[in-house]
Every structure is written in structure tokens, then in C-alpha cells.
């Protein structure tokens, strides 16, 4: 059974630093385009973050929500099998779950919309606060 685990959640003060980190046991990421997404309570799930597949002529496009520009960065780890979300400037806005997902993808440029993607991880918490 494919799956996702994310990993690097947990709590940190307003400007800190997180890296998240999303794991694929079991099958190759590099033909998957990687998405993050958030959850806070009482809120709609957010696109975060994606990272194109390293198939077709959008390979390592990527994609940042207008409120992380500046502060989120997304890898690959091909070694590892792995896709990180590297968060600075933490903000208490930016307290949520995060989820990865994965959508296997030759596209041109990085899927947005949660809907696209297919696998997903459990989620870890990130809590930003004083």
C-alpha cells in the first residue's frame, strides 16, 4: 500500500524555524509531483506548497501560496526519497496540520488543487506560539 509520512511537525516560537519533512516508503517520488497542504481549526484545507515532478518540462516547478513567499522553501531529497518544506519566519497564522500528497505527473507546471492529488500523508502539527 503506497503511503505518505510526514515528519517535523511539533511547536516553535514566532520567527522560528521548522523543516518538514514528506517520505514515500515503498515508491520512487521523482515521477510524483508533491504537494503540501494545511488545515487549521475551523478552516478550510490551504495549498501550501508544491513541487513538480522531475518528468516533463516543468521538472522542479514549484509553487508557494502568497502568505509563505518569502519564508517556505520546497525541496527533493532524490537520495533519500524525499521532499522537504523548509518554513522560517514562522508566524501563529501558519498554525495548522500539515499534510503531504503525492500525484504521479508529467506536467508542465506544479498541481495547485488538493482534488489532483491522490495520495496522502496523516498529517503532522505545527503550532506556532509564544
Known amino acids: 500500500q503506497v503511503q505518505l509520512v510526514e515528519s517535523g511537525g511539533g511547536l516553535v516560537q514566532p520567527g522560528g524555524s521548522l523543516r518538514l519533512s514528506c517520505a514515500a516508503p515503498?515508491?520512487?517520488?521523482?515521477?510524483?509531483?508533491i504537494g503540501w497542504f494545511r488545515q487549521a481549526p475551523g478552516k478550510e484545507r490551504e495549498g501550501v506548497s508544491c513541487?513538480?515532478?522531475?518528468?516533463?518540462?516543468?521538472?522542479?516547478?514549484?509553487y508557494f501560496v502568497e502568505s509563505v513567499k518569502g519564508r517556505f522553501t520546497i525541496s527533493r531529497d532524490k537520495h533519500k526519497n524525499t521532499v522537504y518544506l523548509q518554513m522560517n519566519s514562522l508566524e501563529p497564522e501558519d498554525t495548522a496540520v500539515y499534510y503531504c500528497a503525492a500525484i504521479k505527473w508529467g506536467g508542465s507546471y506544479c498541481p495547485v488543487g488538493g482534488a489532483m492529488y491522490d495520495i496522502w500523508g496523516r498529517g503532522t502539527q505545527v503550532t506556532v506560539s509564544s
Open positions: 515503498g515508491f520512487i517520488l521523482d515521477a510524483y509531483a
Open positions: 513541487i513538480n515532478s522531475e518528468l516533463g518540462s516543468g521538472r522542479g516547478d514549484t
